[in-house]
């Protein structure tokens, strides 16, 4: 589902299924030029997020905060924020609702894989 906005831009209407996976932040992104909404809609779900930075690609690990965001619940990550696909919080699958312009993966993703020892294992 797509809604226009303002007559140049698209907003993309989609879901993400969220299955368990270790709790291990080991890859995190950012877009340079959107913001992204993101909102749980059956199981609540955690996200990993930092403050924007130059556009350097140091990745700042010391800033990286982990939220738990209730079923219902819409977050708006800003532009340069960094983040990744949410984990779910009990074991059972999410349906996530994600809200970005028309083909930001493709034209607005920056994607970095942590180093080993700069992983982030989430404590429940």
């Given at each position: 589902v797509q809604q226009e906005l303002r007559g140049t831009t698209l907003a993309s209407f989609s879901t993400c299924r969220v299955e368990k996976r270790d709790l291990v932040i080991d890859v995190t992104e950012y877009h340079t030029q959107?913001?992204?909404g993101i909102t749980p809609i059956d199981n609540d779900i955690l996200i990993h997020v930092a403050p924007a930075t130059p556009c350097d690609g140091k990745i700042p690990i010391d800033k990286i905060v982990v939220?738990?965001?209730?079923k219902g619940t819409m977050v708006v990550l800003h532009p340069g924020v960094w983040h990744h696909a949410p984990f779910t919080v009990n074991g059972r699958p999410a349906n996530v609702l994600i809200v970005l312009p028309e083909r930001t993966y493709a034209n607005d993703c920056e994607v970095f894989e942590l180093k080993k020892e700069d992983q982030i294992h989430?404590?429940?």
């Open positions: 959107t913001a992204e939220f738990r965001i209730p989430i404590e429940q």
